[in-house]
């Protein structure tokens, strides 16, 4: 079985310290998200924290908030977006973690209160101009991450349907047609692509299309998987169980690194749901 890396969604309002003394007593592996408020310290934190690591997306969360976008068509955000990602590429790199990842672009440029929420459609958008710029910043990313030898991996949006625009999609990638063409237009070695389960169950109720067949169609290019559940509405990172709707697929990823994003657990569940993942990945 891959290591089975635990986001810190799990452990609110926990310190970095605590986070790591918590993992080397209960010997569990650490996925550092955007859990935390700034601190100018998360950075020698994380590299200070002496466990079986890695980071991803919005970690560290900067001081000036904004909504890391790989496809705005702003390019200050697209600049800080990408600057924020090859930074993360060093940091993965000197921390021995398998791959980072970011989650792909969007059309439109949401204000940070807007994430999760409705968000207000401010400006008209081209989805095949958005894609572009997500492959151009992708591009200038991978060019770091060969030189690093690092994985860097985009993970598929989640769309709800009240963010949808009409019948147009603004977000990327959240299902496997979008996610196939970027791979293969950039055919690039140290480019993977990481589920997130739960998006992919909110779209494709949110798209009307059939999450099994969309895992048939990924499954090739499937780098890494994160975990947890919700109503099939909104992504809401509740906890797996048996009824867990990825569960069957679960034995053909068993090699591959894998992240419980689940809130608010406590060791035993944690552990709780760690021993799910394992059982069915045999």
Same mark, same amino acid.
């Given at each position: 079985?891959?290591?089975?890396?635990?986001?810190t969604?799990?452990?609110?309002?926990?310190? +970095?310290e605590e986070? #790591?003394?918590?993992? $080397?007593?209960?010997? *569990?592996s %650490?996925?550092?998200? @955007?859990?935390?408020?700034?601190?100018?310290?998360?950075?020698?934190?994380?590299?200070?924290?002496?466990?079986?690591?890695?980071?991803?997306?919005?970690?560290?969360?900067?001081?000036?908030?904004?909504?890391l976008?790989?496809a705005?068509a702003?390019?200050?955000?697209?600049?800080?977006?990408?600057?924020?990602c090859?930074?993360?590429?060093?940091?993965?790199?000197a921390?021995?973690?398998?791959?980072?990842?970011?989650?792909?672009?969007f059309?439109?440029?949401?204000?940070?209160?807007?994430?999760g929420?409705? +968000?207000?459609?401010? #400006?008209?958008?081209? $989805?095949q101009e958005? *894609?572009? %710029?997500?492959?151009? @910043?992708?591009t200038e990313?991978?060019?770091?991450a060969?030189?690093?030898?690092?994985?860097?991996?985009?993970?598929?949006?989640?769309?709800?349907?009240f963010?949808m625009?009409?019948?147009?999609?603004?977000?990327l990638?959240?299902?496997?047609?979008e996610?196939?063409?970027?791979?293969?237009?950039?055919?690039?070695?140290n480019?993977?692509?990481?589920?997130?389960?739960?998006?992919?169950?909110?779209?494709?109720?949110?798209?009307?299309?059939?999450?099994?067949?969309?895992?048939?169609?990924?499954?090739?290019? +499937?780098?890494?998987?994160?975990h947890?559940?919700?109503?099939?509405?909104?992504?809401?990172?509740?906890?797996?169980?048996?009824?867990?709707?990825?569960?069957?697929?679960?034995?053909?990823?068993?090699?591959?690194?894998?992240?419980?994003?689940?809130?608010n657990?406590?060791?035993?569940?944690i552990?709780?749901?760690?021993?799910l993942?394992?059982?069915?990945?045999?």
């Amino acid at each position: 079985m891959g290591d089975i890396y635990i986001s810190t969604l799990a452990f609110k309002n926990y310190t +970095i310290e605590e986070i #790591t003394k918590i993992a $080397k007593n209960e010997g *569990l592996s %650490i996925e550092f998200s @955007s859990s935390f408020a700034y601190d100018a310290n998360l950075v020698s934190g994380y590299k200070k924290s002496d466990i079986n690591k890695m980071v991803h997306n919005y970690f560290p969360v900067p001081e000036v908030p904004f909504v890391l976008n790989l496809a705005s068509a702003d390019e200050n955000i697209r600049a800080a977006s990408v600057k924020h990602c090859i930074e993360n590429i060093y940091l993965t790199k000197a921390s021995a973690a398998p791959f980072f990842a970011a989650h792909a672009g969007f059309c439109v440029d949401p204000k940070p209160e807007e994430l999760g929420k409705k +968000i207000d459609y401010r #400006t008209e958008f081209n $989805k095949q101009e958005h *894609l572009q %710029i997500f492959t151009q @910043s992708l591009t200038e990313i991978l060019m770091v991450a060969e030189k690093a030898e690092v994985k860097f991996c985009f993970e598929n949006n989640v769309i709800t349907k009240f963010n949808m625009h009409g019948n147009i999609n603004p977000l990327l990638c959240c299902e496997s047609s979008e996610v196939i063409a970027v791979i293969r237009q950039l055919n690039h070695p140290n480019l993977g692509f990481l589920l997130d389960t739960a998006h992919l169950k909110v779209s494709c109720n949110t798209l009307g299309i059939d999450r099994d067949e969309q895992i048939k169609q990924l499954k090739p290019y +499937i780098t890494a998987i994160h975990h947890s559940d919700n109503d099939g509405l909104t992504d809401t990172n509740n906890k797996i169980d048996n009824q867990y709707w990825f569960l069957k697929h679960q034995k053909g990823f068993a090699n591959i690194p894998q992240v419980i994003e689940v809130k608010n657990l406590s060791v035993p569940e944690i552990k709780e749901q760690i021993s799910l993942l394992q059982n069915y990945g045999h």
